[in-house]
């Protein structure tokens, strides 16, 4: 039979997991808060969501005529989109590298889970935090340690300028101030 004739579901290729790109022989650094959100996330798929939507499957599929049956339809996508996470997380968590980047404070140098401000050529000040690749959250002032601000930062001090290349050129930026978070009492 010609493979012409075959017939290939709409999403053949969503079960495969794309990770993240890390940088050749790099690891997979994260904060202890980092990965423990991580694994917190994993546990309440598997513990929480997964058997909820398999009983909601269930309960659709004994309904009759699955073809037209929303719940049974939706629940079966949702159920995929589930286990693509819980496989993306697994992975992400086995290879990972817990950093604990409060046995730098005290320290003037940029190193990875630092709170760095820095102000660019015009003045304004910036404030960001170099954390790992999965728990990176702009919108908090979080970036990658893999980003181009963080690798111009890292392993500068207090006072130095440096060159940051951007979509619009060559900015100077002067660190201002670099802070690490006090050991929790654990």
């Keep these: 039979m010609s493979k012409a004739f ?9 079960d495969e997991v794309a990770l993240p790109a890390l940088p050749s022989e790099a ?3 994260i904060t202890p808060v980092g990965y423990a959100t991580l694994r917190a996330e994993l546990l309440a798929l598997i513990d929480v969501e997964r058997p909820k939507v398999v009983e909601i499957v269930h309960w659709a599929a004994s309904n009759g005529d ?23 997380l697994t992975q992400r968590l086995e290879i990972a590298v817990v ?28 404030t960001i935090k170099i954390v790992g690749i ?15 601000i963080a690798r111009t930062l890292l392993r500068a001090r207090v006072g130095d300028v440096l060159s940051l ?3 619009q050129g060559v900015t100077a930026i002067e660190v201002l101030a670099v802070q690490y978070p006090l050991a929790s009492a654990a």
């Design 99 to 126: 950093t604990e980047p409060s046995v730098q404070w005290g320290n003037e140098q940029i190193f990875f889970g630092a709170t760095v401000t820095y102000a660019n050529g015009s003045g304004n000040e910036h």
């Design 134 to 148: 999965d728990e990176a959250n702009s919108a908090l002032g979080e970036v990658s340690w893999v980003s181009p």
């Design 27 to 29: 690891k997979n650094y």
């Design 66 to 88: 699955r073809s037209e049956n929303g719940d049974y339809i939706y629940g079966k996508k949702r159920l995929r989109e589930i286990d693509r996470r819980i496989r993306f």
């Design 6 to 14: 075959t017939k290939e579901s709409d999403d053949a290729g969503d």
């Design 165 to 167: 290349a951007s979509s």
